[in-house]
């Protein structure tokens, strides 16, 4: 049994549009987990990221010295915003992306968040909450994909994705309708959100050793699916 730990989560709510239902969905996801919150053996902090307070970042790192170039412990960037950001986001221990799907990828304020950092991000525990019509699954893949590059710990099943189905044109303007939510109940939204949750707190209380058997085993799966899907074409 690991220490009682003080642990911080930053929930990253990635769409900047106006209107936009992600403020709806940011508080199903923080609803959903208060219990796992208070009843946890550790002490642990839920902070909500909104990337439209963050529109002044750089579309691009700046720059001669790249983001995974600069001094892990102590990075210094050329843009008065970025060295904000780097501390905003150092601060935490894990995180929760919660993205809608555009056109079958991630909204770019949450890849040019990304981007202008690295090493505030890199092994540490991501989950993933996508939403869109049918649940935002390019979205979800597509940014497991990137987190993984940059290192990120999303060897677990830490992925969860709510269809919008018919209240899609109400969440187009701003509004989450309850039977939306009625059905991500009933369909075991709440549990797969909380178990999620658990399994980041876990992966929080793992052993260097046992995080890097945890990315080889990961990488050892991928490799065994591409090539499963190489001999079925």
């Known amino acids: 049994m690991t220490s009682p730990k003080s642990l911080r989560i930053a929930i990253i709510i990635a769409s900047i549009r ?3 239902v992600a403020p709806d969905v940011v508080k199903y996801v923080t609803d959903a987990v208060s219990g796992t ?3 946890s053996e550790h002490s642990i902090t839920l902070t909500t990221i909104d990337l439209l307070d963050w529109t002044s970042l750089p579309s691009a790192p700046i720059g001669t010295l790249l983001p995974a170039h600069q001094p892990a412990d102590n990075p210094s960037y050329s843009h008065a915003v970025v060295d904000k950001w780097s501390r ?3 601060a935490y221990d894990a995180y929760i992306f919660v993205t809608p ?3 079958w990828s991630i909204p770019a304020p949450l890849k040019v ?3 202008n950092l690295f090493h ?5 525990p991501a989950m993933i909450v996508s939403y869109g019509s049918h649940g935002g699954d390019k979205a979800a893949a597509q940014l497991r994909q990137v987190l993984r590059g940059m290192r990120m710990l999303v060897q677990w099943e830490g992925v969860v994705m709510l269809p919008l189905g018919k209240g899609l044109e109400s969440a187009i303007k701003g509004k989450l309708e309850e039977a939306v939510v009625d059905v991500w109940n009933e369909t075991g939204k709440k549990e797969e959100l909380v178990e999620g949750l658990k399994e980041m707190v ?4 793992r052993s260097p050793e046992e995080l890097m058997k945890g990315e080889k085993e990961a990488r050892e799966r991928e490799l065994a699916k591409r090539e499963a899907l190489k001999g079925s074409s």
Request: charged share 40%; glycine share 8%.
């Open 101 to 103: 799907q555009y056109n």
């Open 37 to 39: 919150l208070t009843d």
């Open 88 to 90: 905003e986001i150092r």
């Open 120 to 124: 505030e991000w890199s092994r540490k």
């Open 113 to 115: 968040g990304l981007d």
């Open 202 to 205: 876990e992966v929080l209380g």
């Open 18 to 20: 106006e209107p936009r």
